[in-house]
Structures are given as structure tokens and as C-alpha cells.
């Protein structure tokens, strides 16, 4: 069973910042695309940031601007930094190991979520 530990959620006030951090096993990272996703309450689960095994980045309209991607490959950790949080950002962030670019699939690994709520 692949575990991807997800870290760094929590309630921030609008135009905040947070940190998201999910650790994958070694032969997990070196060889998958990582992402994020997110789903809110009420809604369909919605794409966020990808980051490919070289490092190339994509990220959704909505956050570009205000999210970053990254990863450190020493650490086998991918980070979601979040600035200018608004009170839509709240959702339950997931992150996911995938073969495939930009789109989820039936062999990806998914992480237990991390709630993120933006609210004063």
C-alpha cells in the first residue's frame, strides 16, 4: 500500500498564506508526476498544480499567480505554497502520484487530504 502523507493544512484568514507538504516513498517520487486536487464541499473535485518528474510545472487558472508548486527530490516531498488565500480556496487538498500529465487515472495514488479553510 503506497502512503503519500500529506501536511501543512489548517484555517487561515483571507490573504494568507500556507504551506502544503506530502512525502512519497522514494520509488514512488523519482518516477510519478505529483499533484494537487481539491474538493470543497457540495462540489466535483477540481485540479489544481502538477509537477513533473523534471520539474516542469502546470497549474490551474484560478491559481495562477497565487499558488506555487515544487519539489524536492532529496527530501521526496512536493510542496503546494499558497499566498493570497480567498475564502473559495477552502477545500480538502489532495495530493496525488501519477504516471500521467494533467489528468488523474485509475492507477494514481492518492494522499488521505489535508483541510485547507480561509475564512475571518
Known amino acids: 500500500q503506497v502512503q503519500l502523507v500529506e501536511s501543512g493544512g489548517g484555517l487561515v484568514q483571507p490573504g494568507g498564506s500556507l504551506r502544503l507538504s506530502c512525502a512519497a516513498p522514494?520509488?514512488?517520487?523519482?518516477?510519478?508526476?505529483m499533484a494537487w486536487y481539491r474538493q470543497a464541499p457540495g462540489k466535483q473535485r477540481e485540479y489544481v498544480a502538477s509537477?513533473?518528474?523534471?520539474?516542469?510545472?502546470n497549474r490551474a487558472r484560478s491559481v495562477l499567480g497565487r499558488f506555487t508548486i515544487s519539489r524536492d527530490n532529496a527530501k521526496n516531498t512536493v510542496y503546494l505554497q499558497m499566498n493570497s488565500l480567498k475564502p473559495e480556496d477552502t477545500a480538502v487538498y489532495y495530493c496525488?502520484?501519477?504516471?500521467?500529465?494533467?489528468?488523474?487515472?485509475?492507477?494514481?495514488?492518492w494522499g488521505q487530504g489535508t483541510q485547507v479553510t480561509v475564512s475571518s
Open positions: 496525488v502520484a501519477s504516471v500521467l500529465w494533467l489528468t488523474a487515472g485509475p492507477n494514481d495514488y
Open positions: 522514494e520509488d514512488i517520487f523519482s518516477r510519478y508526476n
Open positions: 509537477i513533473s518528474t523534471g520539474g516542469s510545472t
